[in-house]
């Protein structure tokens, strides 16, 4: 059944309207039966199986882009794979790279069950996307698809906005891959993703390579439907060599990170960006969630002997953002990673918080002895504050990781949320 998609704005009803998309004056149709603004751009989407065409309909001003004015744009999504290849017909260009026992997410499988009816979608048919500025001059927008605004208001702001409420993160991001002393494609890690916004906005500043991790699967619908929008594959997938140098690709696991691989229980919560991992080992793999640690991923990819580029490591999954950062321990202590974004916690939900700040401090005193400085910290903005221990008189050796961790605990206590976003990154990227 055909959808209504809406870019930057929503349908005046509630529900999407039934019935195939006619051909013809489509547009002068869309914009009379819906109430659109400068910045609105509706889209009627058709979604006939994996070889449905999206169809974008976009009227007003767009100043970044006039050429795409009042323009039909044809997003053909990509022929179903043969489930048995034909013998009298060789494959020519073999996929480049082996996932080995880490397979990323087939999206457009995953937006078939979508359309079948197989998933719960609270958007219930209706899928909204917003149009996001990159950040700099040098290109277009990028899409986001959102959930609807009464199920998840929070990144609503996104559509509202075209911009995420966490500014001071978002600079960061485009500051680090826009650095022009680093060589492409950078590699980026995701861990909580959300609906992507950062990993989107990662590959939008690429070419970049992206492995992202979202346990939720409401949220990985909406992830597939950006990666689709902006026709983004995981790099498995690519047959073309020069592909990796010119393009961003996007690897998106269902699996969760922490410390230890296995398997957890995943605990889902009202707000789709508050669901978090309990600390329980599920007693049957099936009934869990698997996670891995970053270690472990790094090991089966070989990014210790290929010395790998990783110019971010970003970190938000409620709380469990420590037990992240000790996984990742021979990454850090390799220095692969130029810098790391993440969150702590004092006071965490469903986490006692005398355990969080130990879990917390074990987190910072690792990044401090692997060698990195802790930048800068903020609220729920992200990272907008300069950092400089020398002005802290207690501190008698500026060396004293121990009373470093403990100032920083601190701060974390003192803010409204008892959270801080941390940037630390290594003396050698300092700008």
Known sequence: MPRLLSINGSPR??????GSPRKGNLLGKLQSAYSLHPMVVMVALGLFGLTGVFHFYQSGDNSHHPEHRQTLLHLQQSPPQQSTPQPSTPNTNPKLRDPGDMIPMDCPAYLKQ???GKLDDPNEGVVHAAQVPRGNDHHPNFFVSLHTKAFDYTRWIIMDKRDYYEKALTAAFIEVLNDPTTTRPQRVIDVGGNIGFFTHLSAANGPVIVDAFEPNGKNRLRFCESLHLNRWTSEFEET???????QSHVNLYDYGVSKDPGYLNFRQH?????GRFVRRNANDEGKGTRVINLDQLARTRGWFESRTDIAILKVDVEGFDPFVIEGASALLQAKLIRH???E????PAGQDAKDAIDANKVAIKLLFQSGYELYKMGGWNGPDRLVDFSKETFILNRNDEDAKTDRIIEWAQRERAKQLNLWWRLPTARK
């Not at 702590?344 to 006071?347: K, L, M």
């Open 340 to 342: 790391v974004f993440m």
């Open 344 to 347: 702590i916690s004092v006071q």
């Open 13 to 18: 009803h509630g529900s999407p309207r039934h």
């Open 240 to 246: 073309n060599p020069a592909a990796f140098a010119q």
């Open 270 to 274: 009202s707000n789709p960006g508050m």
């Open 114 to 116: 979508h359309i079948d």
